[in-house]
């Protein structure tokens, strides 16, 4: 079964800094990266997405993310946060064949402060 | 734009009462799943359907059936509510191109079992 391990739970920032969050997945074989974002009171959106290609992947809002088959990593960065990114964000994983769900990490709870 | 829509918000039932979470999507989509959302676990995937009258266990199925007669229309139904279905349910959608495609998601319902 795949699993997808978000290193930081809370990460507090102030304006203008830059963002890393970590995102490990399990699964071995061919895989579809995603990270989503909530902010509060809001549905979960698409932040952006991997599949194959370019392991840089560019999504909205300037957040990016990176595969990195070798170690089963898909960190979201985003050079300069700005108060409008606090939210809680969740990186996912399913199987390239497959048609079943997302499998999501716990999710990373982002507060920036101005 | 897609949009998936959950038709209550906010729920309150007591322990014991049987639970309808009614979900539509208005894009034709084939694939439709639950989840709920917990603070520090995630999103957790219930149930999920191919297409219609078709569905599959997620990986917290117990104390949950799902129906899916119409192909726009994903319930969820909790037979015997308990405290600790207490959560926030989320239903999403996503067309039949598959993994890749990333899942659109409703605003989700609250529920309160007491």
């Known amino acids: 079964a795949q699993s997808v391990s978000q290193h930081n739970h809370h990460v507090i920032l102030s304006e203008a800094a830059s963002l890393e969050l970590g995102c490990n997945y399990s699964y071995g074989g061919t895989v579809n990266l995603f990270w989503y974002v909530q902010y509060p009171g809001q549905h979960l959106q698409l932040l952006l997405k991997y599949f194959s290609g370019d392991p840089l992947v560019k999504g909205i809002k300037g957040f990016e993310a990176e595969f990195i088959k070798s170690k089963f990593s898909f960190n979201l960065r985003k050079p300069s946060v700005q108060w409008s990114d606090t939210a809680e964000y969740f990186c996912?994983?399913?199987?390239?064949?497959?048609?079943?769900?997302?499998?999501f990490g716990k999710g990373t709870h982002l507060i920036i402060q101005p | 734009d897609v949009k998936v829509t959950q038709s209550s918000r906010y729920l309150v039932k007591r322990t014991g009462e049987k639970v309808f979470l009614e979900c539509v999507q208005d894009?034709?989509?084939?694939?439709m799943f639950w989840y709920r959302q917990d603070p520090g676990l995630g999103l957790r995937l219930i149930y999920f359907s191919y297409d219609v009258k078709m569905k599959e266990k997620g990986d917290i199925p117990e104390g949950y059936s799902v129906s899916r007669e119409k192909k726009e229309r994903f319930s969820l139904i909790l037979e015997s509510a308990s405290t600790n279905q207490t959560s926030m349910y989320l239903c999403a959608s996503r067309p039949e191109q598959g993994a890749s495609s990333p899942l659109h998601f409703g605003n989700g319902t609250r529920l309160t079992v007491t």
């Open positions: 894009m034709d989509h084939e694939n």
């Open positions: 996912a994983v399913n199987s390239g064949g497959g048609a079943d769900g997302l499998t």
